[in-house]
């Protein structure tokens, strides 16, 4: 094999593995790291040193009453802007209610 040849080879093999390593990398962070973590969540869990957090009744049912009390305060607020709707296009005046 000629000097130049293995030059090439050894060019060739050296950006390859300059691609090929970050892409690895990231395929591994990207695609096992949530992996790992859900399992060492669940070890953890059954070795009783971390509680999986999980929602209760209680606090579902808050934040249901405070979306229900946000939305009352919402259709309070149009029934207002009606109203005052209303009274803006309705005639005040007697000289108003002759014209057409």
């Known amino acids: 094999m000629e000097w130049w040849a293995v030059k090439d080879l050894i060019i060739t093999a050296a950006v390859s593995l300059a691609i090929l390593i970050p892409i690895t ?6 695609g096992l790291k949530p992996f790992l973590n859900d399992l060492a969540e669940i070890r953890a869990a059954k070795q009783g040193r971390v509680e999986v957090a999980r929602d209760t009744e209680a606090d579902r049912l808050s934040r249901i009453e405070n979306q229900i009390d946000s939305l009352e305060s919402a259709v309070r607020m149009l029934t207002e802007v009606v109203q005052f709707d209303r009274q ?3 005639p005040t005046r007697e000289g108003d209610q002759a014209q057409p």
């Open 25 to 30: 990398g990231l395929t591994l962070r990207l």
């Open 88 to 90: 803006l296009k309705s």
